[in-house]
């Protein structure tokens, strides 16, 4: 009886390794917490930050955690008036009117993409630019040659895009320029403006920039140049900045295998076009 106790309890010497590895992998276990615990270094809380941003909020600023738009906003403390023209006013000049690096970035975006100050009171619409700034800077704000803006249409002027040529267009107020080429220029690939909403395909024209100039513009369907897509060959459908070179293929691919087209339901067939490229270029095609 005791033979076969002492038999059943024998461990083998393969077993016994076993389970001290067993155990020595329980005890690692167990005593990760503590050593992870005496390792780790507890961040430090930097109250001083937290005051600035504070009062960054309370006066109105966005605070950016983790970001240096501290320092981007930081204004020079010897700021020197003088009178300037803002148009194209080099970083330095602005920098000498007491003005942040960020206040002096949304002014050159805005003029990157075709922005101008015509009057004073442009420079207030710049939304980095505060009542303070503007009630300080104004005095010295001098935009000579403010013909081209008095030459501006009336309120209540509407002006029609697809006829007008570049003089024309720089009368809408909220366009200069270098606005009206870009207008011009896709205006001619296109064939013409069928929609308003069009010119927010225009680089540059934001929906701020369609919000300022929609009212004073209209646009007449009949100055559209139309492209007969029996006859089209493919550097006449290339103009289209709708659809791709493999889109423009497979148009005249269908033409070819299945004769002339009826109407754009006919293109429905056409696997690859969708009905939004079709919305948009329909306007422009005749089918006789």
Not at 27 to 46: C, E, F, G, H
Not at 87 to 109: C, F, M, T, Y
Request: glycine share 6%; proline share 4%.
């Amino acid at each position: 009886m005791k033979a076969h106790i002492k038999n059943y309890l024998s461990v083998t010497k393969k077993e016994w390794n076993g389970m001290v590895v067993f155990i020595i992998l329980i005890a690692l276990v167990l005593a990760a917490p503590y050593v992870y615990q005496t390792s780790r270094k507890d961040n430090i809380i930097n109250f001083n930050e937290f005051d600035k941003a504070v009062a960054l909020l309370s006066r109105g600023k966005n605070v950016n955690p983790g970001s240096n738009s501290s320092a981007d906003d930081a204004k020079p403390t010897n700021a020197v008036l003088f009178t300037f023209n803002p148009n194209n006013l080099p970083d330095a000049s602005w920098q000498k009117l007491g003005l942040s690096e960020h206040q002096i970035r949304v002014i050159k975006n805005y003029e990157a993409k075709g922005g101008r100050f015509y009057s004073k009171e442009d420079v207030k619409k710049i939304y980095s630019i505060t009542d303070a700034d503007y009630q300080r800077l104004e005095p010295y704000i001098n935009i000579p040659g403010n013909t081209h803006y008095a030459n501006k249409a009336a309120p209540g002027e509407i002006i029609e895009i697809n006829s007008a040529d570049s003089a024309k267009l720089t009368r809408i107020r909220g366009i200069g320029p270098s606005f009206a080429m870009r207008i011009m220029r896709y205006r001619d690939r296109l064939g013409g403006f069928y929609s308003k909403e069009q010119l927010k395909e225009v680089f540059g024209v934001d929906d701020t920039k369609y919000a300022e100039i929609k009212n004073g513009i209209a646009v007449n369907g009949k100055h559209i140049t139309k492209i007969n897509v029996n006859t089209a060959t493919f550097n006449q459908l290339r103009r289209f900045p709708y659809i791709s070179f493999k889109q423009m293929n497979a148009i005249l691919e269908y033409h070819t295998q299945h004769g002339d087209y009826e109407s754009v339901d006919d293109m429905k067939n056409i696997a690859i076009l969708d009905e939004g490229i079709l919305r948009k270029i329909e306007p422009y095609l005749v089918f006789k």
